[in-house]
């Protein structure tokens, strides 16, 4: 750690014969040109918006193909691969990846009378932890094997998706609210899917007197709502936030045109960097929980 | 740029995307179906049978126990059984020894005793037969001295009268 803030004041010692940082250009942006004073920190948001360019600067940038949009009813829907749908794809294939090689073994020899291999090991800690402190407890004994596919899936998909934001020329597709509200969708769907009758009572006909219904009613339906709408931003919010922060501090530098930033701004994004190490493992937990949550109160039959 | 433009412009952070949401709704359902068929029910299913497995071998092990110590209580009432047995078999093998003992040892008094009273019988035999041997042996003697005292005695005058005595009262009658 020392030696790391030592190395970082000696470069900024070297880098002080010219301390000034070369400006960047505004992007040529219809809407952005304007305001040529903030232009200089445009990567930011250049970062987490989707887009259809991968960059790989300084290796190039990859320009994604643009489909005709598809047209339904009066609606058009453009399905052409954005930089997010590519990193979905990549992110689907290393899971597949990882959970196939891990599982191959048990395909082979169903009984588990084996000595698990490394990746092995990790997949049954995940599932044994999500089987028995999200599934069991949150939806039920009688409930919960019906629903642990999504709720696997899903915790390894957001955790993966969260990591890949971690990593050079990677980036966390849980910062776009379309991922989070698709995935927030699945749940939505799962929980009005697999609904048991007491989850439309507790909407329809709830035990309050008869009077609050008006208000009651409208409470519930709107919660059918807002449960999974939380669960979208909560994660989008959470990704974006901690991005948005690291790119803001090694954007001071750019935006204050002075190498010196560097020293404090440097070690406060690595800084939040780890803490978004902490925070892509707690959210990909916080959605599987709450997932689990919202398709326990579904399914339960017992009137609360 | 401010807030409001970074989130709600064209390009935006709150940009919806329809296109987005399916490819992300597809692909994840998908994932689900993928990774159910050939990931999680097969690690679920050996996890399941491993759990089984080792229930029904600590149950095993369980039973194993009892059935030791079920054994083991066996075996200690059949040592018990075997040093009782033990002991009385040793305590009459003793009880015959010390009548065998006794009945030897009377018995051979009883020899003895008899040795003895025959014995005796034979020594007072012998005694009274040498007794007698010896009575008639100094009868011998006495009466072969008593001759010759008597030889000697005649020649004298007091002698010859007695006998003389004795022809003349053998005479008178």
Known sequence: MIRGVFTVVLLSFILAGSPRVASCEPAPSDTLAAEKKEGKADFIIHHIVDGDKIDFEPFGTVVLPK??????????????PTKHTVFLWFNTFLILLLALTAASAYRKNSSGNFVPSAIGNLFEIMIEFIRDDIAKPMIGEHHYKKFLPFLLSAFLFVLISNFMGLIPFGLSITGN??????LALVTFLTVHIYSGKSYWKHIFLPHVPLGLYPIMIPVEILGMFTKPFALAVRLFAN??????????????????ESYYVALLSVPLALFIYLLELLVCLIQAYVFTMLSGVFIGMAVQNEEH | MNIPALILLEGGLLDPHVGTIFWVFVTFLLLVFILQRFAWKPIIHALEERQARIDESFKKAEESNKEAARIMAQFDQIVAEASEKADVIVRSARDSAEKIKAETLHKTKEEADKLIATAKSEIDQQRNSMVLELRQEMVGIIISVAGKVIETNLNDEKNRTLVNNAIQNLSGK
């Open chain 1, 67 to 80: 489909w005709k949009p598809i047209q339904i009813g009066s609606f058009q829907v453009d399905l052409s």
């Open chain 1, 239 to 256: 990704m974006t936030g901690g991005h948005l922060v690291i790119l803001t501090f090694i954007g001071l530098i750019f935006i204050l």
């Open chain 1, 177 to 182: 609210i379309n991922v989070t509200a698709a």
